[in-house]
Each structure stands twice: as C-alpha cells, then as structure tokens.
C-alpha cells in the first residue's frame, strides 16, 4: 500500500523552529517529485514547497521563501520541511503529497497522493 506519514508538528512560538517529515512507503519514493501543501481552518489548501527527484530543485511559495527549506533523503524515503522563524500565519495542518506531474516551480495541479497531515500552530 501506497503510504505517506508526516510527523514533527506541534506548537510554537512566533519566531520559532519546527522540522516537519515525510516517510513514504509502499512506492519508489526516489523516482517522484514531492511536495508540501498547508490548510488552514476555512482556508482553501495551499502549495508550500516542492522538491524534485534527486533533490535536483527546489521551489517555494512567495509566503515562505527564505524562511522553510525542504530536503529528502531517498536512502531514508523520506522528505523534509526545517521551517524557521515561524509566523502566526503559518498555522495550519501540512501534508506530504505526491504530485501528478512535474514539478517545474508553483504548483498548481494535482496530487495523487496524500498523508493525513501533521498540526503546526505559532502561537504566543
């Protein structure tokens, strides 16, 4: 069975740190872009960050460029979000998921697969 896992939420402060990770199975995780996509409560989801296989490129949205940085390690089959000084707007619940197509910059199209999401929350 096809399975993505995200761990590493919880709740911090403005201006903190939170690691997020991604451990696939049931598939070549090494062969597939992946991606992170948020949702806030009665917001529509979101793309944040994706990464092409071999870690060849990166890509971020404009809201969190200079602050998150996504990795993977294809050895572990597993992706990363380090996502640094935090803002309240960065609340939500992240997924890990896994696009149709290439990733080649903002993405805005489908995804075939999806975790059941981790809860980041930046509160004071």
């Known amino acids: 069975e096809e399975q993505l896992v995200e761990s590493g939420g919880g709740l911090v402060q403005p201006g903190g740190s939170l690691t997020l990770s991604c451990a696939a199975s049931g598939f070549l995780f090494e062969i597939f872009d992946m991606t992170w996509v948020r949702q806030a409560p009665g917001k529509e989801a979101e793309w944040v960050s994706g990464?092409?296989?071999?870690?060849?490129?990166?890509y971020y949205s404009d809201s969190v460029k200079g602050r998150f940085t996504i990795s993977r390690d294809d050895a572990k089959r597993t992706m990363y979000l380090q996502m640094n000084n935090l803002r309240h707007e960065d609340s939500g619940l992240y997924y890990c998921?896994?696009?149709?197509?290439?990733?080649?910059?903002?993405?805005?199209?489908?995804?075939?697969?999806w975790g059941r999401g981790t809860q980041v929350t930046v509160s004071s």
């Open positions: 990464i092409r296989e071999g870690g060849t490129a990166k």
């Open positions: 998921t896994r696009p149709t197509t290439t990733v080649e910059g903002p993405f805005t199209g489908e995804y075939d697969l």
